[in-house]
C-alpha cells in the first residue's frame, strides 16, 4: 500500500507513536510522584523509595520507548 500523502509514517505508525508516547508520560507522572510529605526537613523513606516510582514507572518508561521503536520500523 502506497502512502500517497507524502508522509513518511502511516496514520498506524502514528497511532502506535501516540501510545508509547501516552506510556512514557505516564511513567513520568508516576515516578514524579507528589509531595514526599508535608514537613520539607523531615525525609520519608516509603514514599521516596516506593514500588511505583522504583520499579513500575521505569518499565512503563521502557514499554513506551520500545513501543516508539515498533512504531518506527513498521511498515
Partial sequence: MKNESGSLFEKQNLIWM???LVLIALGMYLMAGGK??????????????SST???VAPLLILAGLVLEIFAIFKK
Wanted: without cysteine; hydrophobic residues 35%; proline residues 5%.
Fill in 18 to 20: 501516540l501510545a508509547g
Fill in 53 to 55: 516510582r522504583i520499579t
Fill in 36 to 49: 514526599s510529605n508535608t514537613d520539607p526537613s523531615v525525609f520519608n523513606k516509603e514514599a521516596v523509595y
